[in-house]
């Protein structure tokens, strides 16, 4: 279990802010209760809270607004079914889920991308719903990538990857973070650089996981960071923001995401890229950038 250090905190709001998760708690009669939500929210790092809201026609209402605590599970993005089974009725949500007690006492479900074990802190009223805000216990964050959902239909890393994997001479980059530092490798150049790989026929998430095996860390494809026209060797490139585990590379040592850190980085979009992610970093919101090696975008994750 990870202690509550605000960095890593901070990276665990920041990393599944618009992800799918299932709220859980204890009903009177003893019985694991649980519903699906996406409007779930980081509240403050010091100390660290967040919250949920709920809606006050929900049938777990007077068993949310009364307990002592909750947890906040965000979905990794396997469990699709978990999380239609958390939003229809159903008699028992957790017959087919694998959970146990979390630390501080609420269900947490098995295999998450990240939990949240809170204390409620209290109840906000709200119009048609209540704000549920909590202290965060104890927490977990995970290499599993996450669930997403917008405009009626869910959404996961590779769903992502594979919709802009339509051209030719398609280049992927892996960037592998943990705890405010970032995985390089050595180039041609006598320089550092990211793990990357052209996509071929085998598909860009396949692609991924290859950069991600090649290093011996345990780590997912995440979220999409940056898409952009490389214009000079003339090709797309997309980079994958992926979070590892403890452990040590086979190949490669990670460097904080400073400017000292990042001095031997030899490609200056690359370059650029991670200077904004230790920028985005700090402050728990990240932005997807869209453009080429020279000029472009950076559109906010909504």
């Known amino acids: 279990m990870t202690s509550l250090d605000p960095r890593a905190l901070r990276n665990a709001f920041g990393s599944f802010m618009t992800g799918v998760t299932v709220v859980t708690t204890y009903g009177k009669d003893g019985d694991p209760i649980g519903f699906t939500a996406n409007s779930f929210s980081s509240v403050s790092l010091d100390p660290p809270m967040l919250l949920v809201c709920l809606a006050k ?3 777990n209402y007077d068993a949310l607004i009364s307990a002592d605590g909750f947890a906040v599970n965000v979905l990794a993005e396997t469990q699709i079914e978990i999380s239609n089974t958390f939003a229809r009725p159903v008699e028992d949500r ?3 889920v694998d959970w146990a007690n979390g630390p501080h006492g609420s269900p947490i479900i098995a295999d998450v991308s990240a939990w949240f074990d809170c204390a ?3 109840t906000v009223d709200a119009g ?7 202290s965060v216990m104890a927490f977990v964050e995970t290499a599993n990538p996450g669930l997403g959902y917008a405009r009626g239909a869910y959404v996961t890393p590779a769903m992502s990857a594979e919709a802009l994997a339509q051209s030719s001479n398609l280049v992927v980059s892996a960037v592998i973070e943990r705890n405010g530092e970032v995985l390089l490798i050595d180039d041609t150049n006598g320089g550092l650089a990211l793990p990357e790989t052209v996509v071929n026929d085998q598909g860009t998430a396949a692609a991924v996981q290859s950069l991600i095996d090649a290093t011996g860390l345990t780590a997912q494809p995440g979220f999409i960071y940056s898409v952009f026209e490389d214009v000079v060797r003339k090709r797309q490139h997309i980079v994958f923001l992926c979070y590892a585990a403890q452990g040590s590379p086979k190949n490669g040592t990670f460097v904080p995401l400073t400017t000292t850190g990042l001095d031997d980085v030899s490609d200056p979009a690359i370059l650029t890229m991670l200077e904004r992610l230790g920028r985005e970093a700090v402050i728990g919101s990240f932005g997807i950038y869209y453009g080429n090696q020279n000029s472009g975008e950076v559109r906010p994750i909504a």
């Open 57 to 59: 026609t929900s049938k």
């Open 94 to 96: 957790f017959a087919t």
């Open 120 to 122: 409620m802190h209290k």
């Open 128 to 134: 048609d719903h209540v704000i549920l805000i909590g």
